[in-house]
């Protein structure tokens, strides 16, 4: 079995910091320059293309601010392998380190499926084929961008978007990075407006019921706290696994001095934090863990139930200890 990663880079670009993080995994680094990309779809599919053509059997798409970890003291080179010769699927999904997401990472080859999009490329799967998450074995990390670097890439993305939006009008993916666009950019009104598109639209249940929290979360900054309650009852309609929705109208309930409005709420986000995880989407760590207990034991100490206030304060430590030592599920 042959394994190779695929990098594309632009001008001026290191790769050594990342092809290094798997080294031990792979047999060979491809790389590809792409200068001044402004279709990331069709570069990784090339990417793909050169895997295939170069005869590896399966291929780990890495960028050049991306870093590949595999769970220590537990698996190494041989382990990925062992799993790689032996899994079923054709497409593997490998968490955000902090447990934040989950992307395709690593690809059966030929590929069973193809990326579309110009920037934030999806993955769509062939018929038939059957993608999984790696959950224990893998994970990955992204290095942070300076100011400036963010700037030119919502500055590019807003540019790509907003012509994209107007040729793909409905498919809600686009309208989503498009509010996350305008959201990076300071353009909060716009970028509510534009989340309640992706919303309206209905399409994947995991994006629709997280651009309206988005929205929920744009306006509670705004202290527009009613408007927000009510995105969060909306994003639940879509999806009742989504802790952060009930945390955060019950933090929008607390900031009104709704006290037990804002504790019915957090009591719901409490119950869906223990509820099994089958999102791969983006997630709010905080509210699957300490956010809820936060509002809690303030809420609780304002009406003057002491006790409860403190098993609150106590759980809400706890929590937050157990989120900040790592993510596991």
Known sequence: MKICSLTMVGRNTVI????RTVEDLVDENIVRMFPNCRDFAAARNA???????????????????????????????RDFRAYLGHTPHDILMVRYQSGEYAKERIFRLPARGHYVGPTHEAFVTDEGASRFTISEMMTFSELPKTKEQYQAKVERDRDILEDYVVKHPKDPRWWYYLADTYSGLGKTDDAIATFATCYRLNGWDE?????????????????????????????????????????????????????????????????????PWERIGFRFLPAHYEAPWDVLRYAYRTLGE?????FAEERFVQNEEKRTRGWSR
């Not at 050594?16 to 092809?19: I, L, V």
């Not at 050049?64 to 220590?72: G, K, Q, S």
């Not at 527009?224 to 879509?238: D, H, M, P, Q, S």
């Not at 002491?306 to 403190?310: D, H, L, M, R, S």
């Open 306 to 310: 002491t006790e409860k206030a403190t």
């Open 207 to 275: 994006e629709s019921a997280w651009a309206a929290y988005r929205a929920a979360s744009l306006l509670a900054e705004q202290c527009a706290y009613r408007e927000a309650i009510e995105w969060c009852v909306r994003g639940l309609i879509r999806r009742a696994d989504f802790p952060e929705l009930p945390w955060l109208a019950g933090w929008c309930a607390y900031k009104q001095q709704q006290y037990a409005q804002a504790i019915r709420w957090e009591q719901m986000a409490i119950a869906m934090t223990y509820a």
């Open 16 to 19: 050594a910091d990342a092809t």
């Open 47 to 77: 990417l793909l293309d050169a895997g295939r053509e170069a005869g590896y059997d399966w291929a780990i798409m890495l960028d050049t601010d991306e870093r590949i970890h595999l769970v220590p003291k537990k698996h190494g080179a």
